[in-house]
Structure formats: structure tokens, C-alpha cells
């Protein structure tokens, strides 16, 4: 049986579990955009920006209670220049789960959390190409408590409204 939840937005029955996603790190966004093709060099998975900082796309993902597929935000991570080169020479490779994980800071803005810029975070690589998985460090913030106790599909009804027809964080669903 497919997903299935109602969106307060736009007064529609969407199917499917949603997907929100960042298309460039937060950082990407400070450099000025007439600065940016000299400055930063972004891909679908990997952001440099000066060739000092560093960005790579994951999945930070959400249970969603008694529903197989988790609710996901596309979202970007800084890590360390050793980290990065670790990251860069594993991930074209399609057994890679064994490198890692991680450490590295959420470089999103995701609302409706406040405060989710440089939350610490892990960062696991999973193999066959899939986009690696984003731990949070298991605090009290919200996002990371929903990380970890999962969300009702009323949550995800709720989020989805709120991102896609309120505009209120800097991604898009795919």
C-alpha cells in the first residue's frame, strides 16, 4: 500500500513518501553570486567552496511510525579537508559503507527547526550509490529526538505543508 497524507497546503491527497531537499549547502548561498563560479565548485554531491571548505550531500532521515520508508531531507554537511579527501576517494566506488563515518556539521537551514545550522552530526556512507546517511548527535533538539523516535504521518503532512506552500526552509521537494 502506497503512502498517503493529506497536505493543509494545498488541499490535495499527495502519494508517496515526501522528500525534501537543499540543492547547495547554506554556505554556498553567503558568497556573493557574482563570485560564485570562481569561488565554489558544486556538484549533486560535493561543494568546495574557496578550497577551504568543505560539503557533501546526504540523508538525514526520519521513521515514520509503522510506514517501511522514512521521510527524508536532502541535506548538506561540512567535514574536514581529511575527512572530504577520505569521502572523495571511496565514493565513486559502489561497496564503500566500510570508510567512515564522518564527523561533520549540518550546513541547512531546515524549518520549521530552529537553530539546525551546525548541529554535530555523522556521516555513513552506505554502498550501491546510494547518497550517504545522515546521523545527528543524539540530543534534545528537535530534529535530532525526531531522528531518533521517528514522526506520525500527520508530522509529515505537517512538514511538507509548511516547507512547500509556506516556503519556510531552503529546499524543494524531489
Request: proline content about 7%; overall charge negative; some cysteine.
Amino acid at each position: 500500500m502506497t503512502f498517503e497524507f493529506f497536505c493543509s497546503g494545498c488541499g490535495q491527497t499527495h502519494e508517496g513518501m515526501p522528500a525534501l531537499d537543499a540543492a547547495a549547502p547554506l554556505s554556498y548561498y553567503v558568497v556573493p553570486a557574482d563570485e560564485r563560479d570562481a569561488r565554489c565548485r558544486l556538484d549533486a554531491d560535493a561543494c568546495v567552496i574557496d578550497g577551504s571548505q568543505y560539503f557533501v550531500r546526504g540523508c538525514l532521515e526520519i521513521p515514520v511510525h509503522d510506514e517501511p520508508e522514512p521521510f527524508s531531507w536532502g541535506v548538506w554537511v561540512s567535514l574536514s579537508e581529511q575527512s572530504f579527501k577520505q569521502w572523495t576517494a571511496c565514493f565513486e566506488s559502489e561497496r564503500r559503507s566500510h570508510v567512515g563515518p564522518f564527523f561533520g556539521w549540518l550546513n541547512a537551514a531546515l524549518a520549521p527547526y530552529s537553530d539546525t545550522v551546525n548541529l554535530k552530526t555523522r556521516v555513513h556512507l552506505r554502498d550501491g550509490f546510494i547518497r550517504p546517511f545522515i546521523e545527528l548527535e543524539p540530543t534534545m533538539h528537535p530534529l535530532a529526538v525526531e531522528q531518533r523516535e521517528g514522526i506520525s504521518a500527520g508530522r509529515v503532512a505537517e512538514l511538507y505543508a509548511l516547507v512547500v506552500h509556506d516556503g519556510r526552509a531552503a529546499v524543494s521537494p524531489i
